[in-house]
């Protein structure tokens, strides 16, 4: 079948399942295009909150499925590739956090929405790389134990006063970005602004004119003055900042940021998940209620 029909035949269907389609920023162009919805972790949570839809299907990883599935119980969720997960999510399993916490016992949990819903159930609350900084210092505690990403765990610590006990998780797409290839983009566009997302490593971070959530990133670039961009996250996101802003440039820090999870999902696979209605993604009851007091606590602040 050819891309116009398969997307004919996804947006029929999608209407018979009245579905909504979820996009993450960095889903393939074509998913993006297709979708109802295009978002960061932050707003993607909240849509999967707010929708009126009987069935959510979520074109990214399976912790962004897991958090709609846990947001809307009442909802169908489906993934169109159960094997899209987020490597970084498996960096932290629910003894590490068992153990984590006896060591620090004053200190709430802030989890990243990077997390499994098993992880999630053991945290106070959660926070996306949108308002990492604000959920924690919402915290009246001076420690704060952050979970599972050492990078966005060092670059809250650069924005609050609190001590931070940030687990050893990273993203592998993002580490994949070294301050050299900023520095090499920079040499041959001196004029173009550099816009980076916090899960870089800190000597990115400190080469970046606005360091952002994807969506974070899409805003500034369209309210920036600057004609020139250089992109310091995974490569997807450049379809929709040069979609939104055809007058703008937009230069990849590092082609090789490509999250190949993100890339599992595709037109073919979305069709068929549409037609036989899975794989659906399930949080067992006990898991659902813990998980859903921290991503509630983190939808009530702002
Ligand atoms: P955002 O919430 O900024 O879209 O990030 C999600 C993610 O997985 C980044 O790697
Ligand atoms: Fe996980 Fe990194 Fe892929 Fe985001 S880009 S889903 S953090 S592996």
Known sequence: MNQESLVQKIKE?????????LAHNYQRPEIQDIADFVGDSLGLSRQAAQTEA????????????????????????????????????????????????????????VAYVNTTAKTKALSDICCTSANAVEIVNSLQEEEIIFIPDRYLGHYVSRFTTKKIHAWRGFCPT?????????????????????????????????????????????????NSS?????????????????????????????EKAVCPNMKKITLEKLLITLEEQEPIVFVEERIRNQALKAIEKMLAIG
Not at 13 to 21: D, N, P, Q, T, Y
Not at 54 to 71: R, S, Y
Request: proline letters at 8%; aromatic letters at 4%; one cysteine or more.
């Open 174 to 222: 993002h580490a994949l970005i070294y301050p050299e290839d900023i520095k090499k983009q920079k040499e041959i566009h001196p004029e173009a602004e550099v816009v980076v997302h916090p899960e870089c490593l800190p000597e990115v971070v400190d080469l970046a004119d606005k360091v952002a959530s994807t969506t974070g990133i899409v805003n500034y670039a369209a």
């Open 13 to 21: 269907l999608k209407e018979a399942r009245k579905a909504v389609i």
């Open 226 to 254: 600057a004609k020139e961009f250089i992109v310091g996250t995974e490569v997807g996101i450049l379809h929709r900042l040069k979609k939104e802003n055809p007058d703008k440039s937009f230069y990849p820090a590092s």
């Open 54 to 109: 009987k069935v959510i299907v979520f074109c990214g990883v399976h912790f962004m499925a897991e958090t709609a599935a846990i947001l809307s119980p009442d909802k169908t969720v489906l993934l169109p590739d159960l094997n899209a997960g987020c490597p970084m999510a498996e960096m932290i399993e629910p003894e590490d956090l068992i153990e984590l916490k006896k060591q620090h016992p004053k200190a709430p949990v």
